[in-house]
Nanobody
Framework: QVQLVESGGGSVQAGGSLRLSCAAS????????MGWFRQAPGKEREGVAA????????YYADSVKGRFTISQDNAKNTLYLQMNSLKPEDPALYYC???????????????????WGQGTQVTVSS
């Protein structure tokens, strides 16, 4: 049974930083694609960053390039999202997602992913 558990959300002032973590279990972590998504109230869930866990290729939404970094610790089956220079438009519920059923053609598209965590809230105050 695949399980994804996020942590690390919280409240920070604009310009500040947070690091999100996602602990994965129940599948072979290093064989697939994992991503971070976010959803603000009244908006669609959008892809923020993704990584192919085997090869390490990374992908970012334009809105976070240069500010967010996705990384992983394969030994710990853990995915991270380092968020720097947080802006007032970044607050949302951030989700970790795993694609475990084949090749992912669009790593920032939510429909490519099979499993989701429960989300962790990020709040940014100005």
């Amino acid at each position: 049974q695949v399980q994804l558990v996020e942590s690390g959300g919280g409240s920070v002032q604009a310009g500040g930083s947070l690091r999100l973590s996602c602990a994965a279990s129940g599948y072979t972590y290093s064989s697939y694609c994992m991503g971070w998504f976010r959803q603000a109230p009244g908006k669609e869930r959008e892809g923020v960053a993704a990584i192919y866990t085997g090869g390490g290729s990374t992908y970012y939404a334009d809105s976070v390039k240069g500010r967010f970094t996705i990384s992983q610790d394969n030994a710990k089956n853990t995915l991270y999202l380092q968020m720097n220079s947080l802006k007032p438009e970044d607050p949302a519920l951030y989700y970790c997602a795993a694609a475990v059923s084949g090749e992912v053609a669009r790593p920032l598209v939510k429909y490519e992913y099979n499993y989701w965590g429960q989300g962790t809230q990020v709040t940014v105050s100005s």
